[in-house]
């Protein structure tokens, strides 16, 4: 059966491979949840890294446990597992999803930080090699 790590939860070992969903949360519609229901309809051994917060019903079937005090910031939890993916510590890959905008604010830049990951994830692929792996 699939599984999913939700933000702060460490786990150390991983038997399947994994997927790293990024791409915007805030403005954004709840894309994570539909993603997951779509990847395991396809394939269920895997393991999910959703930076979504909460459980949801839909998923809550799927939520691993481990170690939530590991990381002190949403973002020490974020590098890690993108950093484990990225120099092949982890088997899998980043997965970008840009859906539009659903909530709309003049006061910051939509998917801003999903731009710069993307930006991050193609000088990876430069730099490490052609084992870095991600898709938009």
């Known amino acids: 059966m699939g599984k999913v790590i ?26 994570q949840d539909e993603a997951i229901k779509i990847i395991f309809s396809i394939n269920t051994d895997l393991t999910i890294v959703s930076p979504r917060r909460g459980i949801r019903e839909e ?8 170690n939530e005090s590991y990381f002190k910031r949403q973002r020490e939890w974020e590098r890690h597992y993108l950093d484990e993916i990225y120099h092949n510590r ?7 999803w840009m859906p539009g ?15 710069l990951e993307i930006g991050q994830a193609m000088t990876n692929y430069k ?6 792996r991600f898709c938009i």
């Open 127 to 132: 730099h490490l090699g052609r084992n870095v």
């Open 101 to 115: 905008e659903e909530e709309h604010s003049c006061k910051k830049v939509y998917g801003a930080t999903t731009r």
């Open 90 to 96: 982890i088997k899998g890959l980043v997965m970008f």
């Open 59 to 66: 998923i809550a079937d799927y939520i691993t446990k481990g």
């Open 6 to 31: 939700l933000p702060k939860t460490y786990v150390e070992y991983f038997v399947n491979p994994v997927i790293f969903l990024a791409g915007p949360i805030l403005g954004a519609p709840n894309w």
